[in-house]
Every structure is written in C-alpha cells, then in structure tokens.
C-alpha cells in the first residue's frame, strides 16, 4: 500500500451539501487542537466524551488521518474528523461536528473524503467505535451503510461506570463512490 500524501485532499468534499462551497476541510495541525477541543466538547452529548488535548496530539504526532473542516470566510473550525490506517483497513477514531451545523451533512462530507482516501490508498474496510447510547452518532453511521458486527464490552469510561461500545464496519467495495 503506498502512501499518498496527506497535506492536501485532492478530493471534491462536501460536494452534496447545499452550501458546501461555505465549508473547506485541510489536513489537522497542533495548532487547532484548541479551537478543535472546544467544538468538540459543545457537540458532545456529554463533555466526557469529547477527546482530550493527548488524544489529539498523539494523533497527529503518529501520522494518523487528521481532517478538519473549516468555515471558508472566518477560518473557524466546525468539524474534525481523525482515522487510523493498519493493513487493508482503516480505523474512524473520532468524528465531531459544530453543534449549531448539526444535522447539515457535514459529518457525510468528512466521511465522504476519508472513503476517498481510502480508496486512493486500496483500504476495502473501515471500523469503528461507538457507544450505543449516542443515537445521533448511530444514525449517521447505520445510514452510511455500517453494520453492527459485535460489542466491546465496558470499552468506554461513562459518569457512574462504564459503557459497552457497539463494533460497526463499513465495507467499501460495496459503497459507491460518490461523484
Ligand atoms: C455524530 C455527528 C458527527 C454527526 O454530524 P452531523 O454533521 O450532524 O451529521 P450529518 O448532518 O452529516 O448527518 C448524516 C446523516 O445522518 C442523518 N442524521 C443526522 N442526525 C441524525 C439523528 N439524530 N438520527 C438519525 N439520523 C441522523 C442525517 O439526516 C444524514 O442522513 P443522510 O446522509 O441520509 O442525509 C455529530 O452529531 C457530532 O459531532 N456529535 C458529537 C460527537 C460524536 O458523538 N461523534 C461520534 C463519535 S463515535
């Protein structure tokens, strides 16, 4: 598997959302990771389960798929995006959007890039994780085309305990690519 370079998308993102020429994604630096922490922590259901400084900036020091979208005219970060590559598939780490663009179809156009990148890179399947209480986040995913295929038990700390988290897997070769 080559590597393609990772300072640029080549790819058409956002390219179904009715405004998407407002919204731009570039590769993720050290120096968002606090404008990032603080959209991810209002878009979380709750803010423990928003990823931390560390989380971030191991990350980006291991080379890991790192995309954040930004807001073309004000340069804000509304949206972050990070994946982790391993053989013959790839690994959705975190995703997060700005609370007031929910619903918008920006979480699909940082999917849609990080299914260009795989492709790019011949990477068939992507796994995730998520905690089977975050319905919105479920959602996005089952209507993505990621099925169940197991649980993790106690995998997430959670306020009084822990929480299961639901095994999903997205098998590309059976995705169309988008235009
Ligand atoms: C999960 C999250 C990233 C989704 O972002 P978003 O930009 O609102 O999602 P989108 O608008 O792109 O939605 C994509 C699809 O899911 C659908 N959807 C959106 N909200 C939904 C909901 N509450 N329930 C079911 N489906 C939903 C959309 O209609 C859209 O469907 P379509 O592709 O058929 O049009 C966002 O809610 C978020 O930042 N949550 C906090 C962080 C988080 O929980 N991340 C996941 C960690 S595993």
Sequence with gaps: MSAPSRSSSPFSPLAHVAEASAFADRVMTEDDIPAVLGMERQAC????????????RSSLRSGYWSRVLTQRDTGRI?????????????????????????????????LDTLYAFCRQVGVPLLWLEVRPSNERALGVYRRQGFVEVGVRKGYYPAPGGREDALVMRLDLTKRAAQP
């Design 45 to 56: 259901p709750h803010p423990a389960h928003a990823w931390s400084e560390d989380n971030y």
């Design 78 to 110: 509304v949206g972050v995006c990070v994946a982790m590559d391993g053989f013959e598939e790839m690994h959705l780490l975190n995703i997060a959007v700005d609370k007031a663009l929910h619903g918008a179809g920006l979480a699909r156009g940082l």
